[in-house]
C-alpha cells in the first residue's frame, strides 16, 4: 500500500471514529434531556397501578399504568392538555361502542366495524387530535370484543385514574416553568442557527468551497426543525403560565420571553436567507475572488447567535451580541461597492435581527439605521434587562432563582 493510500485510509478511519464520538454524543444529550420526563412517566404509572389495584380494587388494573404513561408522553407543557384529551377518547369510544352494541345487539365484525367508525368520527368532530381519535379506536374496539360488561366501565375507571395521576404530575408536582422551557428551545434554536451559518463563512473565504453537500443541507434542516419546536414552545410557555397554579404568577414574563421568542423566530428567517443567498452566489451566480469580510462578518454574527443563545438570560451576553452586531452594520455601511452586494444586504439584515432578538430598543435600532451607523455611540446600553428564569446552574445542579418582579418573593420583608 502506497503512502498515499495509507493516509487516505487513516483519514477515512478517523473521519468514522468522529462520526462515532458525534452520535454517542447525541446519544448521551438525548438521554440527559429525557431522563426526569421518564423518571416522572415510571413514578406516576406506579402510582395509577397502585391506586387501582388496591384504592378501587382492578383485578388486571393494566390501562391506569398505561394511560399514566401515554398522558405524560408530550412535549412539556402539553402534558395536562395530553392527559385530557386521552381521558376524552375512551369516553367517547366506550360511549359509542356501548349505543352500537345496543342497536346491533352482536359482538360481531358488523358491529365492530360501526362501532369503530363511529369513534373515530365523534372524535374528529371534536376536534381531531390524533390521540383522542386513536383512543377512542381503541377503547370501542375492545368494548365490543370484550364479553365482560364490566369492560368498558372499568377501562374508563382506569382512564380516569391514569388521567388524573398525569394531571397531577404536570400540573401540580412537576409543572415546568415557562421561562425556562422556553430558554431551552431558544437555546437549542440560536445553536443551530449558529451552526448553519459556518460553511457559509467557509464558502465566502474559499471560493472553490461549493454550498450544495449534504452536510449544508443536514445544518440548514436542523436549524428549520428548531425554529418549528420554538414556535411550539411558545405558546406552551404561555399555556403553562395561565394553566399552572404554581406558574401562573410567571404570565407577564412568559408572556415577554415568547415576545423575545418571536424576534428570534424572524433572526432565524435572516440567517436562512444569507446562507442560501450564498449559496446561490458561489453555486450559479458571481464567480468573484474570496471575499474575506463577508467571511468574517458571517463568523463575527454566527459567534454572536451562538454566544447569545448559551447565556439568554445574561445582560452581558445581549450586549456583547448587539455590539458585535453593530460592528458588522459598521463595516457594512463602509464597504461601499466592494465585495458581493447582495451577501452584504443579507449580512445587514442578520445583524439587525441579531440586535432586536439582544433586547435593543426598536426606535433605537431604527435611528441608528437612519444615522449610518456613523460614530462611535454604542447601542449596548440601549439592551433591556432579560427576563430571569427561577433555576441557574450552581456548582453542576440547579437551583430556585429569585423572580423577576412578578413572581412569588420568598421570604419576609
Not at 416553568?177 to 464558502?203: I, K, N, S, Y
Not at 443541507?217 to 436549524?223: F, K, M, S, T, V
Not at 446552574?393 to 412578578?406: A, E, F, I, M, T
Request: glycine share 10%; charged share 20%; aromatic share 4%.
Amino acid at each position: 500500500m502506497t503512502a498515499r493510500a495509507s493516509s487516505r485510509a487513516a483519514a477515512a478511519g478517523r473521519g468514522r471514529l468522529g462520526a462515532v464520538k458525534r452520535e454517542v454524543s447525541r446519544a448521551g444529550a438525548r438521554v440527559r434531556a429525557e431522563f426526569w420526563p421518564i423518571v416522572q412517566q415510571t413514578l406516576a404509572a406506579t402510582g395509577a397501578w397502585l391506586i387501582a389495584r388496591h384504592l378501587v380494587h382492578h383485578h388486571e388494573p393494566f390501562f391506569a399504568p398505561v394511560a399514566a404513561v401515554v398522558a405524560l408522553n408530550a412535549a412539556r407543557g402539553e402534558r395536562g392538555t395530553n392527559a385530557v384529551r386521552l381521558l376524552l377518547g375512551v369516553g367517547v369510544g366506550i360511549l359509542t361502542a356501548e349505543l352500537a352494541l345496543a342497536v346491533l345487539g352482536s359482538h360481531g365484525y358488523g358491529t365492530l366495524a360501526c362501532a369503530t367508525f363511529a369513534a373515530m368520527l365523534v372524535a374528529v368532530l371534536l376536534g381531531g387530535e390524533r390521540i383522542v381519535i386513536a383512543q377512542a379506536a381503541v377503547s370501542a374496539i375492545l368494548a365490543v370484543v370484550t364479553s365482560n360488561a364490566e369492560a368498558g366501565p372499568q377501562r374508563f375507571t382506569d382512564a380516569l385514574i391514569g388521567s388524573g395521576v398525569a394531571l397531577l404530575a404536570s400540573q401540580i408536582l412537576f409543572p415546568p416553568e415557562p421561562v425556562a422551557l422556553l430558554r431551552r428551545a431558544e437555546t437549542a434554536t440560536a445553536g443551530a442557527l449558529a451552526h448553519a451559518l459556518e460553511p457559509a463563512a467557509l464558502a465566502l473565504r474559499h471560493p472553490e468551497h461549493v454550498l450544495t453537500d449534504q452536510e449544508v443541507l443536514d445544518r440548514l434542516r436542523a436549524a428549520r426543525e428548531a425554529l418549528v419546536e420554538l414556535d411550539s414552545a411558545r405558546s406552551r410557555s404561555t399555556r403553562v403560565a395561565s394553566r399552572s397554579l404554581l406558574w401562573r404568577a410567571r404570565g407577564r414574563s412568559a408572556l415577554r420571553e415568547a415576545k423575545g421568542a418571536g424576534q428570534l423566530v424572524v433572526l432565524g428567517g435572516s440567517c436562512l436567507a444569507l446562507v442560501r443567498v450564498v449559496m446561490f452566489a458561489r453555486s450559479y451566480g458571481s464567480r468573484a475572488g474570496p471575499a474575506p469580510d463577508e467571511a468574517e462578518d458571517v463568523l463575527a454574527l454566527s459567534l454572536a447567535i451562538g454566544g447569545l443563545g448559551r447565556e439568554l438570560g445574561e445582560l452581558r451576553a445581549r450586549r456583547a451580541a448587539a455590539s458585535a452586531a453593530q460592528e458588522v452594520l459598521r463595516r457594512t455601511a463602509q464597504t461601499g461597492e466592494h465585495g458581493l452586494p447582495a451577501v452584504r444586504e443579507a449580512l445587514r439584515m442578520v445583524a439587525l435581527d441579531t440586535m432586536l432578538f439582544a433586547g435593543v430598543d426598536r426606535d433605537e435600532v431604527a435611528a441608528a439605521q437612519r444615522a449610518g451607523w456613523e460614530g462611535e455611540q454604542s447601542v449596548e446600553g440601549h439592551v433591556g434587562t432579560p427576563v430571569r428564569s427561577f433555576t441557574v446552574r450552581l456548582r453542576g445542579r440547579r437551583r430556585p432563582r429569585p423572580p423577576d418582579g412578578d413572581g412569588p418573593r420568598r421570604g419576609g420583608g
